[in-house]
């Protein structure tokens, strides 16, 4: 039987499944880690990619293979094919008055978010290379390509070269800000506006085509973002709505129409299916655990026992988890705060809880805001690396408001990468369907006033000078 492989080059490592075409099973697997840091040279991602490559036990031997990559990262390319500059990454927010500048030369966010489906904020490749030009003129003038993350995976292994060979598609393409989900095409006027001149940008293909050959002789997928790529792994069909707790913090619902919202709460993007796939994404997610992890001097097992030990709400103790600024809402240069501590309160346990329901809360406001452009919530599923941890999977539904559904721990954007491998390697107008892991299901009545303290509290934040 063949195989295919799947990549998912996100943020923080590169991880590599092989899996059977026809079943999904799992065959094999490797990781590499990438460097920390906001602003990255691509080398190192195509580094650690031969890596995991490498630890997988090679792809020698697999049909085909699909690139799934974290989204907005601003890859520039000169004329030659070097890159001029190391990558900005979604979550860089030096391009925050960019975006602002933006959306007044546009005619305010309705007319973006009709345009494009999303309102300029600094996690977008439209403001980043605002912001090369405005600072880095050279840069900005050597350019001759810009592409994102996978595309530039997907370009080097097929053996990079030639510009025109890059190519995308119309899932991963959505994020930059100047694609077009509703129409499917590219907005040139929107690119020039950002950086006063137009580069080349990557050919976009459709779900199940093909970027060319490796020069294994595997066909290459056309490869995606790392959203599109979790809905494709958990098999997410549209009345689905996925929260994913990673390095961000994203919700997002397969849809069959596209979507445009004007307070920017919600990102119009497209899927990797034809589908849209509506999202809302915070900065502030599994690292704000690991952040009070380690304030409080405990791995994770004891701080989600910390967390468990607290009452709900954790009588009134409230956590904004602004670590790093935010992205929804856009607040690139707020803080965090913590809110109603008390002696009564002031225990590790309480503050563990607080942090866990905080960082929860930001993702419950995320669901809102899908479900008021429309979206509708017939199942939550509960996916990524702090899935696992037993305090959120248990919290999870005291404050999402509904039951979650934790699918089986996995890997769900390479598996994703593969699946869409698999559909490539076939042609078909459907991407295979592939038995998935075992499904457990957290239920919990809400907890009373949590959100409306939750609400409070931010409310602080949004009304403090230099939020």
């Known amino acids: 039987m063949p195989l295919v492989a799947g990549v998912d080059s996100s943020t923080q490592s590169c991880k590599v499944v092989v899996r059977d075409a026809e079943s999904g099973a799992l065959v094999r697997s490797g990781a590499a880690p990438h460097p920390d840091g906001t602003e990255v040279d691509p080398a190192a991602w195509w580094d650690a990619l031969r890596s995991a490559i490498e630890r997988a036990g090679g792809v020698d031997d697999v049909a085909a293979i699909s690139v799934a990559g974290q989204q907005h990262g601003m890859v520039c390319l000169s004329e030659s094919g070097e890159v001029v500059r190391p990558a900005l990454l979604w979550n860089d927010t030096r391009s925050a008055r960019a975006a602002v500048s933006l959306i007044d030369e546009l005619g305010g966010p309705a007319a973006w978010a009709d345009a494009v489906g999303v309102v300029p904020v600094a996690s977008l490749t439209v403001t980043k290379l605002r912001w090369l030009a405005e600072h880095e003129p050279e840069a900005a003038a050597a350019t001759a390509a810009v592409c994102l993350p ?49 580069p080349a940008v990557p050919r976009v293909l459709a779900p199940s085509d093909s970027a060319g050959r490796l020069p294994s002789g595997a066909l290459a997928g056309p490869g995606t973002g790392d959203n599109m790529a979790a809905a494709l792994g958990v098999g997410a069909e549209p009345g689905d709505v996925v929260v994913s707790i990673g390095t961000s913090g994203t919700a997002f619902a397969v849809a069959d129409k596209p979507s445009a919202d004007p307070s920017g709460l919600v990102a119009g993007f497209a899927d990797a299916t034809g589908r849209y796939l509506p999202l809302v994404c915070t900065l502030n997610a599994a690292r704000v655990l690991d952040a009070a992890a380690r304030m409080l001097g405990v791995d994770h097992d004891r701080f989600a026992d910390l967390a468990l030990a607290a009452p709900p709400g954790a009588d009134g103790l409230v956590l904004v988890p602004y670590l790093e600024g935010e992205r929804t809402p856009n607040l690139p240069e707020a803080t965090g705060a913590l809110h109603g501590l008390r002696l009564a309160n002031a225990t590790p346990a309480h503050q563990a809880r607080a942090a866990v329901e905080g960082m929860l809360c930001g993702l419950a406001d995320a669901v809102d805001a899908l ?79 949590l959100r409306a303290r939750y609400a409070e509290a931010r409310e602080k934040i949004l009304d403090r000078p230099g939020a």
């Not at 559909?423 to 592939?434: C, E």
């Open 371 to 449: 479900v008021a452009q429309g979206v509708r919530v017939e199942r939550v599923l509960l996916v990524g690396g702090a899935a696992r941890s037993a305090a959120v999977r248990r919290i999870a539904p005291s404050v999402l408001g509904r039951p979650v559904l934790v699918p089986e721990p996995g890997e769900y954007v390479a598996d994703g990468a593969a699946r869409q491998a698999a559909w490539a390697l076939t042609g078909t107008d459907n991407p295979p369907r592939w038995r998935l892991g075992a499904v457990e299901e957290f239920s919990a009545d809400p907890t009373p006033g």
């Open 150 to 198: 996978h595309d530039y995976l997907t370009w080097r292994l097929r053996g990079g070269g030639d510009l025109a060979e890059l190519t995308t598609d119309r899932g991963d393409a959505s994020g930059t800000g100047y694609f077009a989900p509703a129409t499917g095409t590219y907005r040139p006027d929107l690119l020039e506006l950002a950086m006063g001149r137009t």
